[in-house]
């Protein structure tokens, strides 16, 4: 069965350090893979997607996440963390008829 | 930028009374979910919809459980005799689906905070 693993619920980083959040995948098929964000009293935002192309994804805000199929994993990472990206951040599996397959989530706090 | 809405963004009920939480999907948008996640619980998938009528849905997506797209904007989810299990945020997403594969893009609402008493 495919699942999807984020293997922190809580990242904290300071402003201008980078961001390292943790996503595994368990598939039996090349998966797609998406990372969304979402902010308080806002709807879950998509940050970037994998679909079999590049196995370096560029995403909105400067993130960006690499698939390694050898590692089953979908980091996702950033250079320097600015206040604003404060949120809560999911990892998602696609299976073929569009249903996604979600993390747990991983709350990313960012300290002055 | 068009978004998916959904209201009420806060539904307080009593257990057994049913409820409709309403989305409003984007509009050129063909295929519509519901997804739900209980406090403390990953996000889970209830249903997927397109063509006016249901393409998956999850073993959670009994018959206590109903979706609808009365007219060209809103899709709706009826939970008929809500439980205090149900209590839970529900998030309703759309795609193009242009590609008609797993890479489409959902793009969700804000969610409806579901508390069952």
């Known amino acids: 069965a495919q699942s999807v693993t984020q293997l922190d619920s809580h990242v904290s980083v300071s402003e201008g350090t980078p961001v390292l959040l943790r996503c595994n995948y368990s598939s039996s098929y090349s998966p797609s893979l998406f990372w969304y964000v979402q902010h308080p009293n806002k709807g879950l935002q998509l940050l970037l997607k994998y679909t079999s192309a590049a196995t370096l994804v560029k995403g909105i805000n400067g993130f960006e996440a690499e698939f390694k199929k050898s590692e089953t994993s979908f980091h996702l990472t950033k250079p320097s963390a600015h206040m604003s990206d404060a949120a809560e951040y999911f990892c998602v599996s696609s299976l073929p008829g569009g249903k996604l397959i979600f993390g747990q989530g991983t709350e990313l706090s960012v300290k002055p | 930028e068009p978004e998916v809405t959904q209201t009420p963004s806060h539904q307080v009920t009593q257990m057994g009374q049913e409820v409709i939480l309403r989305c409003v999907p984007i509009s050129n948008h063909l295929y519509f979910y519901w997804y739900r996640q209980i406090l403390g619980q990953k996000v889970e998938f209830l249903v997927s919809?397109?063509?006016?009528?249901?393409?998956?849905k999850s073993e959670i997506f009994d018959d206590q459980f109903s979706v609808e797209r009365p007219d060209g904007s809103n899709f709706t989810l009826k939970i008929r005799s809500t439980k205090l299990e149900d209590s839970a945020m529900y998030f309703c997403a759309s795609s193009e689906r242009t590609s008609g594969d797993s890479t489409d893009t959902q793009y969700f609402g804000p969610g409806t905070r579901l508390t069952v008493l």
């Open positions: 919809f397109y063509n006016n009528e249901i393409s998956e």
